[in-house]
C-alpha cells in the first residue's frame, strides 16, 4: 500500500510539473502573440485590429500543443500569406530563446469570417492592438 502511495504521489509532482511547464508556455505565447501584432502593424498600418481568441486565452483549456489562434481586420487578403509567414517567425522566435518548440499557427481575416463568428470573437477574443 505505501508503494501506490509513494507512485500515486509521484504522478501528483509530475503532473504538477508539466501543469507549471505548460502555463508557462501559454505565458509566452501571450507575449509573443502581442508582439507579433506589433510587428503586423508595423508593416501593414491599415489593419484595424489584431485578436486572439481560442485555448491561449484560457489556461484549463490551453495544452501544450495547442495551436495559438489569431484574427486580423483590415488585412488585405493577398497579405494573408506573408502576414502568417511574419507572425511564425516572432512567435516561433519567442519560444525558441526559451528553448521550446515552435507552435502551430492559425490565422484568419476578419472579413473572411461568417456573421455568427465575427460576433463570437467580439465576445471572447483579446485585442491585441
Given amino acids: 500500500m505505501a508503494a501506490v502511495d509513494l507512485h500515486h504521489q509521484h504522478l501528483q509532482r509530475r503532473w504538477a510539473q ?13 507575449v509573443a502573440a502581442g508582439r507579433a501584432a506589433e510587428a503586423l502593424r508595423e508593416r501593414w498600418p491599415v489593419l ?5 481568441f481560442g485555448s491561449a486565452l484560457d489556461a484549463s483549456s490551453f495544452r501544450r500543443h495547442s495551436d495559438l489562434d489569431l484574427v486580423l481586420e483590415g488585412l488585405p487578403a493577398a ?3 506573408e502576414a502568417l509567414g511574419l507572425v511564425e517567425g516572432v512567435v516561433d522566435q519567442s519560444l525558441a530563446d526559451a528553448g521550446q518548440e515552435g507552435i502551430a499557427i492559425d490565422l484568419a481575416r476578419w472579413e473572411d469570417l461568417p456573421s455568427h463568428w465575427q460576433e463570437r470573437l467580439r ?3 483579446m485585442a491585441l492592438t
Fill in 123 to 125: 465576445r471572447q477574443a
Fill in 79 to 81: 497579405a494573408q500569406l
Fill in 18 to 30: 508539466e501543469q507549471g511547464l505548460v502555463e508557462e508556455r501559454r505565458q509566452r505565447l501571450l
Fill in 48 to 52: 484595424q485590429g489584431v485578436w486572439l
